[in-house]
């Protein structure tokens, strides 16, 4: 079976050999080859040449032979597509470049540009499914519209992300025409990676754990819900929405196929929750990966052992890869993974 056909057979929940393993976008922070591109180009740079990105989405596959790869890109890119651009702090953070704070403004956001403005996206897609010649699954990916929104009303990143809550509660149909707008841009996005080879996309909830229990269904889940139906099954999709460990029904009702689940529950207890049909990815603590091989061997193992015989199991990180990450321990939780028998 070949790295592709096990990664795709298991988003679709079926039987494979093994757990089929990947590492979130971030993967390539920790690779001595990516800090040489990124001495010579800034992080923009890189996500908007298809060239840079695509050498960037196959530097963790050279290296470590995962079973999927996924686009060198950002979440953020759908803002950007709007017509809200934003760029990286020199001290750290997103820095957008304006704060989104009225009506008008958002009804100015164009949805008719943006696939002419991400064009570098479905470039940078067909070069890396070249590359790739069909041994590995190529992976696109999308922020939520609530994530998104929480950004662009910020203004960027801060240290308590208020205002989109805020919003929701007390102006709520500014919400809803932010979130239309949103999940229309989402929805455009993930069809022109598809389109351009993009096998399987996840969307990226990376903020949903802000949301109360009671609010998630109706600030998030929805829109995302909308997005897969839009989508229409032309390929599996992965939601991952950090810190939602009370809200399984409403994930399972967005139609996802596979469920990423982060390292603050136990996996084996998630999968009990789930339908049969839905899988999970997930979900080895990533500040383990700062530690020793052995250790991450270790824990990879346990995962691995308690979610034996089960089926639709992507094997991945609770979240992204640290920066600091060592390689050796990127090694050692990939081979465990491949000799599990």
């Not at 080879?197 to 109706?218: H, M, R, T």
């Not at 094997?315 to 465990?336: D, M, Q, R, W, Y």
Request: net charge positive; charged share 25%.
């Amino acid at each position: 079976m070949t790295n592709r056909q096990r990664f795709l057979d298991a988003a679709n929940c079926k039987a494979v050999d093994r757990p089929p393993v990947w590492l979130m976008r971030q993967a390539g922070r920790a690779l001595p080859e990516y800090r040489t591109l990124k001495a010579r180009h800034d992080f923009l740079k890189l996500v908007r040449t298809p060239e840079l990105a695509a050498e960037v989405t196959l530097q963790p596959v050279r290296r470590f032979d995962f079973d999927a790869a996924i686009l060198f890109s950002d979440i953020l890119v759908v803002a950007e597509g709007l017509g809200q651009g934003y760029k990286f702090r020199d001290g750290g953070g997103i820095q957008m470049d304006f704060i989104l704070q009225s009506a008008e403004e958002i009804k100015k956001l164009d949805l008719n540009v943006l696939p002419e403005k991400l064009d570098y996206i479905p470039h940078a897609l067909r070069l890396v499914k070249k590359s790739l010649n069909g041994k590995t699954a190529l992976i696109g990916f999308a922020g939520s519209p609530w994530t998104i929104a929480n950004f662009m009303l910020e203004g960027g990143s801060v240290k308590e992300f208020t205002r989109a809550k805020n919003l929701f509660h007390t102006q709520p149909e500014i919400f809803l025409l932010l979130m239309e707008k949103l999940t229309a841009a989402v929805t455009k996005l993930l069809q022109m990676q598809i389109a351009a080879g993009a096998e399987v996309v996840q969307i990226f909830d990376s903020l949903g754990g802000l949301l109360l229990k009671n609010e998630f269904a109706e600030a998030s889940a929805k829109w995302i819900k909308q997005i897969i139906s839009e989508l229409g099954g032309k390929v599996p999709v992965i939601v991952f929405a950090k810190d939602i460990h009370g809200n399984w029904n409403d994930l399972i009702t967005t139609g996802a196929n596979v469920l990423g689940i982060d390292s603050g529950i136990k996996l084996a207890d998630v999968r009990k929750l789930l339908p049969p049909g839905i899988g999970v990815q997930g979900n080895l603590d990533p500040f383990l990966l700062l530690t020793a091989p052995e250790k991450v061997a270790s824990e990879t193992n346990r995962i691995l052992t308690e979610m034996r015989g089960a089926s639709g199991h992507i094997f991945n990180l609770g979240h992204g890869v640290p920066p600091e990450a060592k390689l050796e321990n990127i090694s050692a939780l990939v081979e465990t993974v491949k000799n599990f028998k």
